[in-house]
């Protein structure tokens, strides 16, 4: 049974930033990728940011136009996704998600999930 936990969630104002991390109970991390997704209320759960074992392999949902930077520590079984300039269209509970295998931007693909971790942005 693997454990996913979310957490840096909050709320900022508009322009401001947050760093969310995940951390997932793996026996061999290597064999696992990382992803995260997030939820707005009445909107299809949508792909942020993935990244592979070994952090060769990075991808990010096109809202993200550079403002997202998604990172991994095998070391310490965590995934970070540090958020710069966010807007208020970020709003959303952001969920961290675990695979056996390659990196993929949808959610079917994934096979663990965290219980997710509320951003909220004003204007």
């Known amino acids: 049974q693997v454990q996913v936990v979310e957490s840096g969630g909050g709320s900022v104002q508009a322009g401001g930033s947050l760093r969310l991390s995940c951390a997932a109970s793996i026996r061999t991390l290597s064999l696992y990728a990382m992803g995260w997704f997030r939820q707005a209320p009445g909107k299809e759960r949508e792909f942020v940011a993935a990244i592979t074992w070994s952090g060769s392999n990075i991808y990010y949902g096109e809202f993200v136009k550079g403002r997202f930077t998604i990172s991994r520590d095998n070391a310490k079984n965590t995934v970070a996704l540090q958020m710069y300039n966010l807007k208020p269209e970020d709003t959303a509970v952001y969920y961290c998600?675990?695979?056996?295998?390659?990196?993929?931007?949808?959610?079917?693909?994934?096979?663990?999930w965290g219980q997710g971790t509320q951003v909220t942005v004003s204007s």
């Open positions: 998600a675990v695979r056996r295998g390659s990196a993929a931007t949808v959610t079917t693909a994934y096979d663990y």
